[in-house]
């Protein structure tokens, strides 16, 4: 896949962080852009959640007080918080309606064994284990700009008993889509993201740039200074002077699909959310 680099000078620089999320990340960026969501999620308090460690410290623990109701009809598991992006948020999507996440079984390990998995993610990664009310396992691995969501089956983590994880794919029918999901999230056993220039794609580059569309639309910003924002102040001028209508259709069709995406779009284009899941979830 071709990549290359963008121009990131002035407010463009606090996107950078975008380039290595994977696909359910960047739905969380665009939900949290979504005015009837930021409605619900006032709801959100950091004290809706009770924390712990296990691990000497090394694993955090984060299980939901009340009711999660709200947070399930965006497609979430529990209520993140707003304010922090798609690296820092505790976002985990239900599994229906993210189906190709990381997976994970959970069996017993004898005293002899160890777990790769563990032994491989724990020292470099900062893992976040997340359950829901009816007991389902999650984790959050983070490291090297990425994000990871691992959904757990089998035994539970937190048993008594010595456990070992196993990397499965439970959908045959989905598996090489599941593959490249997988080989986008390895890049956690990748070298740091700071010593490298930020890389895009065509994709990525739209989502951004749609992230910073809808962005500079909240703060009132019209359509030729969201122009400068994104393709810099002479190279609007001179379009506008010029009369021409490349640049304005452009970033009309950007901020077209960038609202696509906030108001309910990240479902299926980002998450690869069942259709008929998708009807069903603003129902609730």
């Known amino acids: 896949m071709k990549t290359y680099t963008l121009k990131n000078d002035g407010a ?40 712990g460690c296990a691990c000497h410290d090394r694993i955090r623990l984060v299980r939901p007080r009340v009711s999660q109701c709200l947070a399930e009809r965006w497609g979430l598991v529990l209520m993140p918080d707003v304010v922090l992006n798609a690296i820092e948020a505790d976002v985990i999507w239900q599994p229906d309606v993210f189906p190709d996440q990381f997976e994970v079984h959970v069996s017993p390990r004898s005293a002899d064994e160890t ?20 007991g389902r396992e999650f984790l959050l691995l983070r490291g090297k700009g990425c994000v990871v969501q691992v ?18 794919i439970s959908d045959v029918e989905a598996y090489e889509r599941q593959l490249k999901t997988y080989k986008q999230a390895l890049a956690i056993y990748g070298p740091e993201p700071d010593a490298q220039t930020p890389l895009w794609t065509k994709r990525s580059q739209m989502l ?7 962005d500079c639309q909240a703060l009132g910003l019209g359509r ?25 259709d452009s970033l009309r069709y950007l901020l077209k699909k960038a609202e696509g995406l906030r108001d309910g779009g990240y479902l299926s284009d980002l998450l690869g959310c069942p259709f008929e899941f998708e009807n069903t979830l603003y129902e609730t």
């Open 12 to 51: 463009l620089k606090r996107y950078d962080y975008l380039w290595r999320l994977t696909p359910d990340r960047w739905a969380w960026e665009y939900l949290r852009r979504n005015p009837l969501f930021l409605a619900d999620a006032k709801t959100w308090s950091a004290d809706n959640i009770t924390e």
């Open 208 to 214: 951004r740039d749609g992230l910073v569309a809808l």
């Open 224 to 248: 030729k200074e969201t122009a400068c924002v994104l393709y810099g102040a002479e190279a609007v001028e001179a379009e506008w002077s010029a009369g021409g209508s490349n640049m304005k």
């Open 115 to 134: 777990c790769d998995i563990f032994e491989r993610t724990v020292p470099i990664c900062e893992v976040t284990h997340i359950s829901d009310a009816v």
């Open 151 to 168: 959904r757990c089956t089998g035994l539970s983590l937190l048993s008594l008993e010595p456990v070992r994880m196993k990397l499965q």
